[in-house]
Structures are given as C-alpha cells and as structure tokens.
C-alpha cells in the first residue's frame, strides 16, 4: 500500500532528464519501491524487462524485442525454452485471468534473431549488456563448472576483457543443461550455439578436465587472479529405505547423464519414477522414450541411432510416477503434469516409498505407504505417511527423483573453504565470495538444486565481483528516465476496457505420436498469436502517481471521482481520523518509502492505493478533475531507447 504525495522523478537523486518528458520533482520516490513495482522485473533473477519486449513483440518491433530480452540473459535463446519463469508466476495479469505466456515469447523472438538463426554473432553481440567496459589490467580468471553459472560468469567476465578459461571433467559443455534437461525440451543445436557465442566472446572452453586429479585447487587458484567454483550438484540422492541399493535402482542424475550422453545403460519395461518435481517429469518421460534395454539381443540407447528406429520405440516403456504431493501440491509445472499424462504416464499421488522389493538381487516392486501430510502447519516440507497402508507396484527399475547433491571432494583436504552442513560452498550472498580471498562459488555448489536463470544470474554476479576483486572497479547505482503522459491523449489497450477480451494463448505441441526422444515437443507461436499474446500485457512500468503541488493548482479537491472510476477498487479516499483510529496508516508508505506519519490525524484525508491491484488502465487520470493524478513510465536509462518503444499505441 502506498500514500503518494509528491512526484517521484527525483529518484533518491538518479532521475535522468529526458527533452520534453520530463517533469519538475518535489520529493525522491524509493528506489526499492520503483524496481518492486514492476512484478516480473522484479522476479526475473536477472532483470529482464519482460513487459517490454512482449509489448514489442505486440507492436511487430521484432528487433528491439529481441534486444531487450538478450540485454541481461546469457542464455536467451535457452530460457526460452526451457525457463521455469517466475516472471509468469508474478505476472499481474494472473490476477485478471492467466499470466502472459512470456517463456514462450522469448523463444518467438530468439528462434528469428539468437544465436540459433543464421544471424552473424556479430549481431547478436550488439544486442548484449556490457557489465562494464573492458579492463585496462585484466585478469586471469579459472571457472571450474561449464554449466549455466559457469558459462555466463565467464560470457561477463569475457566482455570486461579478461582471461577465462573454463574447466569441467564432462566431455560436453553445458553441464545440467546438457545433462539433465532432455533433448526434447532443449534442441542440442541451441545449447550449442549459446555455448559456441561464449567462445567467440574470447573464453576458453577445457573439457575432460577433472580438478582435484588433472589439475590439483590450490596450484589452480595460485595460477590464476580469481577462481570462480560452479561444478553443480552432479550426485542424485538416494532413500535410506530398504532395498535402494538392487540392481535396477537409479538417481535421477545418473539416469538423464546417461540417456543425453548416449551412454549405455539398462532399463527395464516397468519403471517406476520417485518424485513429484520438474526433474521427476524429465525422468518419467524420457523413460518412455528411452531406446536403452535389458534385453540382450537389443542395442542400447544412443542418441546416434536413425530416427525412424527410435521413432518404432516410442512411448513403449509402462512408467509410473508415485508422488508424496496431491495433484495441486506438486512442485512440477503444471504444463508438464498435463504433457506427461498426455504421454501415458501413470502418476501415484499421495503415497510414498516404503521399500525396493526385490528377487534374485534386482528390484521387483516399489512398496508404498499412504501419505497424510506433506507439509505442516507453518508450511515447511514434514512429510507424514501412515503405516498399514501398504501397497505394491510392481516394475523392473525405480528411478529416485529426490534430490541432488554437491561433490566437493575435488577441493582437497586444505581448500581453505568454509561449507554449510547440507555439503555446498558457503559464500557472501552480495558478492558470492568465500572465505579464501580471490576464490567466489555460485550455482548449485553453493545453494543447491536451482533452475536455470537463477543460476545466470550467480553467474554474472560473481563475475562483476571479481572483476571488482581484480581491478577495484565498482558500479554506479541505476539511473532512470521518467516519461509523463498528458492523461486526456494517453493512449493504453486496457483504458478501452477491451482486456478481458484477450485470452492467454495456448502453446502448440507435436502429437503425442511423433515424440521421441529428439522430436521437441513444444512449438513456437505464429506471428499472429504471438502479436495476440503480447497486447496483454498491463505494461507495470507505467505508473499511477498523485502529484500535488500548489505551484501547478493540482491540489486534490477530494472529489473522489478516481475512487469511483477505478475498475479495480484500488484506490481509497480515506480520512485521516480514520486510518489512524484503525491503524492502516502503519501498513502505508509516503513516495519516499517512509511511514505514512499522522500528525494531525482529525484534519485532512490521504488517498490510499493498493499497488498489487493496479492495471495501469488511465481512467483515474483521466477522471481527476485538477490534474493531480498523471501517468508516468520509468525506464531504466541504459534500456530506455528501446524500453520507451513499447509506451507507444501503434
């Protein structure tokens, strides 16, 4: 909830004048509220503008789009794909109907322009945020870890000027990318030309290098100005329940490393997958697909093998998913549950593993228990099950999605770092330093299992702090440039009212029968349903905002017509004696993100609005009789040429 007052274009002094939008400041709005105030912004671990390029997208302006959406993320092209998006999850417009499908609308504009088109790199670099200019004494630099953090540690760290070289013991780069997510949500080629992108920046890529026995920590970290550890979580957990250790029990780890290294491995006709989250799904799956046998006389599974041979085993395999969470608690993306069932992927809600039953060694049935709980009363994962209740299914291998771990046994016995009892790398959170100056850790190895953009941003994160550790550089706070609308000639699709009117759009898929194991599943939007999906969004960047001032006559007459006008009920005139008679006024804020402080509370109202209900329709300043009431977009100064393409109605 806010109080606003004052105009905020003085942003505790980082406004940028910009020619004819902008307008005179009375007080400093708080910066925390401005960047908060734009929900996907705010939930992308990167800062991507999202509502700015799919409202580019909805105008046709397919380069700025794409410009805009690569600036901060290393991986565009990748998250496209294969994002977990909580950008969608903070999206406004779920409170009108659906979030806008922004995942799906990067990959629209990165399949024309990323790195997977026939675009020059050259091109593509012009589109890159450059964290900072290139060092005049550059460093060198050791990442041990070619996976997300790795790799986009060392795409920054390339572009301030500095020598990485990047070590990983896989024969592939990519790490989980390449060995956890399955081909048919990642094509090969993509993840290869992201990874090709990072090389022409000037990074050096060594593979098949395994620290702690090729190359010992402490000769790396002496030979090196910084090293930054990113190796991941690359040991599946396993249950401490009788028989997990037959022959035909797997980690989920070593079954995804497996299948997309085309390594041979055996699986049985039945396989039973334990777990309820996104990785459980990637199991179940591929499992489904999955070329690989028990059977003597049958080839394994290698991801060379002719596609109409692998296409002649599809979707055989009989997979069952036993899930501790009902339908609704599962951690999973509900497009994957609906894809999965689609697939014929049986799933087993609330029950949970008891034993691995076995005969003559191997696994023969999952034995599980009835689960009364999953969470307890404050919330936190206390799963409960209830004995008695047992129940066999019966399966040739159990496949454990429950989990990941951190290997840290590469560091040797004196690496000098402090570790967090559930085994990963403690570090500074700000900066991702750890306790031996010059050495940084991010990803997985230092927070455990994430997804993927989170990761990026440790990336890039730690790579400005080492270039900070190296040359003593620092970055300036964010400045912005503040445009205000003339309220009678504003111009927005929801100010028609015709909003509800757009429905989110359904991502195409390839029939069931044609997914293998390389076949992607989901299909990129057509322009017409792209243009479609990008109109709805509620453009956040742009603000109601109360600007009294008696230099301009814009003092409210507490009419109330904004009160009635608004759509949402979002805005309240109350009156001072009673905000503080029902202690509101604790919960609001003044522009500058101070207390709302009641001097005099008998005298006077404050307009009240509820920032988390806005839609940025117009009508409230469009109804202001005296002008108080404006309209006004906030654009991020080193974005704004491209940003402040999206305020305008085509």
């Given at each position: 909830?806010?109080a ?29 509220w ?8 705010a939930?992308?671990?990167v ?15 397919w380069?700025e ?8 993320n290393?991986?565009a ?5 294969v994002?977990?998006?909580?950008c ?11 979030p806008i ?5 990067k990959r629209?504009v ?9 675009r020059p ?8 945020e450059?964290p900072?200019?290139?060092a005049?004494?550059?460093g060198r ?15 920054d760290?390339a ?15 990519g ?11 990642l094509p ?14 000037g ?18 970290v002496a030979a ?6 990113a190796?991941g ?11 997990a250790?037959?022959?035909?029990v797997?980690?989920?780890?070593d ?6 290294l ?5 699986v049985g006709e039945?396989?039973v ?10 199991v179940?799956?591929t ?15 290698n991801l060379a ?19 501790l ?5 599962m ?12 697939e ?6 609330r029950?949970?593993p ?9 696994a ?6 009835a689960?009364?709980?999953v ?10 099950m ?27 016995s ?5 570790t967090?009892p559930q085994?990963?790398?403690q ?6 330093s ?11 190895v230092a927070?455990g ?7 990026v941003?440790d990336?890039?994160?730690?790579a400005?702090?080492?270039?900070t550790f190296i040359?003593?550089?620092?970055d300036?706070l964010?400045r912005?440039a ?14 028609r009212?015709d ?6 759009g ?7 029968e044609r997914?293998?194991?390389?076949e992607?599943?989901?299909?990129v939007?057509?322009e017409?349903?792209a243009r479609?999906?990008?109109?709805r969004?509620l453009h ?24 009635d006008?608004?759509p ?36 006077g ?5 509820d920032?988390t ?6 009508l ?5 009789p ?11 100064a080193?974005?704004?040429e ?5 305020d305008?109605?085509?």
């Open positions: 909830m806010s606003a007052i004052q105009s905020p274009c003085a942003l505790d002094g980082r406004a940028v004048r910009t020619a004819r939008d902008w307008y005179g400041a009375h007080a400093p709005l708080n910066g925390r401005l960047e908060t105030n734009f929900p996907c912004r939930a992308c671990p800062g991507t503008h999202a509502g700015g390029y799919v409202t580019l997208i909805a105008q046709g302006r380069r789009a794409y410009a805009l959406a690569r600036r901060p290393p991986f092209s990748i998250c496209g794909r994002c977990a998006h909580p969608e999850a903070a999206c406004r417009r779920g409170a009108i109907d659906s499908n922004i995942r799906a609308l629209v990165t399949e024309r322009l990323g790195v997977e088109s026939e790199f050259e091109d593509v670099l012009r589109c890159v450059r900072r200019p290139p005049e004494c550059p630099v050791a990442v041990v870890g070619a996976g997300p953090a790795g790799l986009s540690c060392a795409h760290l572009l301030m000027g500095h020598r990485v070289v990047v070590l990983d013991a896989a024969p592939v780069a790490g989980m990318m390449r060995l956890g997510i399955p081909e048919y949500r090969r080629e993509v993840l290869d030309s992201e990874i090709d992108f990072v090389r022409f920046l990074a050096e890529i060594r593979l098949g290098v395994e620290v702690g026995k090729d190359v010992l920590f402490r000769d790396l090196h100005d910084a090293v930054f550890l190796p979580c690359r040991q599946g957990r396993s249950l401490k329940i009788p028989g250790g037959l022959k035909g797997l980690t989920a780890v079954f995804l490393a497996a299948a997309n085309g390594t041979p491995l055996e039945r396989v997958v334990v777990g309820g989250g996104n990785v459980a799904y990637d179940a799956r499992a489904r697909r999955f070329g690989g046998t028990s059977l003597p006389d049958e080839e394994h599974h093998v002719d596609a109409a041979v692998v296409a002649s085993r599809l979707l055989r395999r009989d997979v069952t998913m036993v899930a969470e009902a339908r609704h608690e951690p999973a993306d509900p497009r994957e549950i609906e894809e999965g069932s689609e014929g992927i049986r799933l087993v809600n029950r949970g008891k034993a691995v039953l076995g005969s003559n060694g191997s023969r049935a999952l034995q599980t228990l689960v009364s709980r969470f307890d009363e404050q919330g936190r994962f206390a799963p409960e209830v004995q008695g209740t047992e129940s066999e299914i019966a399966c040739d291998t159990v496949i454990l999605a429950v989990g990941q771990a951190a290997d840290l046994s590469f560091l040797g004196d690496h000098g770092l402090a967090a085994g990963t790398i570090v500074d959170r700000r900066d991702l750890t306790t031996r100056p010059g050495v940084f850790a991010g990803g997985d927070f299992p994430r997804i993927v953009i989170e990761a941003a990336g890039r994160r730690a400005r702090s080492i270039d040359t003593g550089r620092t300036a964010p912005y503040v445009r205000v609308f003339d309220a009678l000639g504003y111009d927005h699709p929801f100010a009212g909003y509800e009117k757009v429905p989110r359904v991502l195409p898929t390839i029939p069931v997914r293998g194991l390389r992607q599943v989901e299909q939007l057509g017409v349903d479609a999906e990008g109109s969004c956040c960047w742009v603000n109601t905002v109360f600007d009294s001032s008696r230099m301009l006559g814009s003092e409210c007459i507490q009419c109330g017509g904004c009160v006008v608004c949402e009920q979002c805005i309240d005139l109350v009156a001072l004696l009673r905000l503080a008679a029902s202690g509101e006024a604790r919960g609001a804020r003044l522009p500058d993100g101070s207390p709302l402080e009641l001097a005099e509370p008998s005298r109202a404050a307009l009240i609005k920032e209900a806005c839609i940025r329709c117009g409230c300043a469009r109804r202001c005296v002008g108080l009431i404006t309209m006004q977009a906030f654009h991020r080193d974005e704004s491209l940003s402040c393409l999206a305008q109605v085509l």
